[in-house]
Structures are given as structure tokens and as C-alpha cells.
């Protein structure tokens, strides 16, 4: 069966420090991979997908980038981190047209100090 | 652009009534849709998926939603709240053509003993 792993869990980071999220699926081969913020109050955001190995589509701009460098293996990145960073972060992966769900991890829980 | 809106950011129920959450859609195509369930702290979990085979879509922990395309609404219901789908519950719409969900923003799911 597959499964989505993400860590770590939890995260404090101050402002302007690196960050670097990571997200590994197991049990599928070439799934569509994604990364979604969650703020209080404001729903699920996607931020970036990708359809394959070193390909990334941006939703929104922002302070954030993403990354595969292998095919079951996406990472959230940032060089310098804001307040505004704070948030909830899910990754998520799928397969299949757009009537397939998506599955997603137990997020990150990210607190810029 | 495909959206969903969720009336109501938060809902209160006593244990044993009906539950009742509201979710239209705006779509200039027969839409997918996807109710998610979020316990604290966790991803979300796939509840049930519209895909045009049926109108009433039965999903996991006795819920259900039904697709109304003259009221352009797939609300999710539930005959008897249990304590535990206390939760935050999630409407998404996935394009046609390309897996992408693009979310509501929740109603979270208060039951009273």
C-alpha cells in the first residue's frame, strides 16, 4: 500500500533562517506531488506541484520554493524566512485525472519567531 | 476558475443530531468533488468523492453528500453525530483535465454530549 511521510512534525524557526521541509511517498511510482499551506482560518493553499521529477509548477508567488530531485521525493524550501511563513504545511500526493483524491501527509507545523 | 464555498466557518451539533454541512460550487463544467475530514494536528482524510456516477455519494463514518446541480451544492450530511466527528471538514473541487483540488475554507464540527 502507499504512504506519505513528512517531517519533521513540528518546527521553530527564527526569522530569516533557512528552511527545508521534506516529503517521501512510498508504495507508487511517478505520482503527482503537491504542497499546500493551511493558515488559521483561511483553508488550504496550494502552493507547488509537479508532474514528474525536477518539474515544479508555482501557484502563488512568495517566499517559498520547491523542489524533486527524485521521483517520490518533494521538498519545500525557503533562503530566508518571514513571519508570515507561519502556517501548517501539507504534502500531498496523487495519481490519475481529476477525478482521483489526493492523499496527504501529517503535516509540518511551522512557527516563525 | 472552479471554486468551492462552505457556508458557515464553524458548526454546533449535540451528540446524536443531525449534521448538516453546507458546500456549493462554481463551475462552467460538471465538477469533481471531494469531501476531506481533519482531526487536530493531522492531514486530511478522504470522506467521499463526486464523480458523476451517482447523485447520493456514500462515504466513511456514516456520512454522505448528495450532488444537486440545479443548486450547484454537494452538502454533507450525517443522520447522528457521534463526539467523535468533532472536526474541521474540507469541500474541494478538482478541475477537469488536471488533478488539482482547490479547497474551501472548513467548517469546523463542534458535538455536545
Known amino acids: 500500500s502507499q504512504t506519505i511521510h513528512q517531517w519533521p512534525a513540528t518546527l521553530v524557526q527564527p526569522v530569516g533562517s533557512p528552511l527545508s521541509l521534506e516529503c517521501t511517498v512510498e508504495?507508487?511510482?511517478?505520482?503527482?506531488l503537491y504542497w499546500y499551506r493551511q493558515a488559521a482560518g483561511r483553508g488550504l493553499q496550494l502552493l507547488f506541484y509537479?508532474?514528474?521529477?525536477?518539474?515544479i509548477s508555482s501557484e502563488v508567488p512568495q517566499n517559498l520554493s520547491a523542489s524533486r530531485p527524485q521521483d517520490r521525493q518533494f521538498i519545500l524550501s525557503s533562503k530566508k524566512l518571514l513571519l508570515s511563513d507561519s502556517g501548517f504545511y501539507l504534502c500531498?500526493?496523487?495519481?490519475?485525472?481529476?477525478?482521483?483524491?489526493?492523499?496527504f501527509g501529517n503535516g509540518t507545523r511551522l512557527t516563525v519567531t | 476558475a472552479q471554486s468551492v464555498t462552505q457556508l458557515g466557518s464553524h458548526v454546533s451539533v449535540s451528540e446524536g443530531a443531525l449534521v448538516l454541512l453546507r458546500c456549493n460550487y462554481s463551475?462552467?463544467?460538471?465538477?469533481?468533488l471531494f469531501w476531506y475530514v481533519q482531526y487536530p494536528n493531522q492531514g486530511l482524510q478522504l470522506l467521499l468523492k463526486?464523480?458523476?456516477?451517482?447523485?447520493l455519494v456514500k462515504g466513511i463514518n456514516g456520512f454522505e453528500a448528495e450532488f444537486k446541480k440545479s443548486e450547484t451544492s454537494f452538502h454533507l450530511t450525517k443522520p447522528s453525530a457521534h463526539m467523535s466527528d468533532a472536526a474541521e471538514y474540507f469541500c474541494?473541487?478538482?478541475?477537469?483535465?488536471?488533478?488539482?483540488?482547490?479547497f474551501g475554507t472548513g467548517t469546523r464540527l463542534l458535538v455536545s454530549p
Open positions: 500531498a500526493w496523487g495519481q490519475g485525472d481529476s477525478n482521483s483524491p489526493l492523499h
Open positions: 508504495g507508487t511510482s511517478n505520482p503527482n
Open positions: 509537479s508532474v514528474g521529477i525536477g518539474q
Open positions: 463551475s462552467s463544467v460538471p465538477p469533481y
Open positions: 463526486y464523480t458523476s456516477a451517482a447523485t
Open positions: 474541494a473541487v478538482s478541475p477537469t483535465g488536471f488533478q488539482k483540488l482547490v
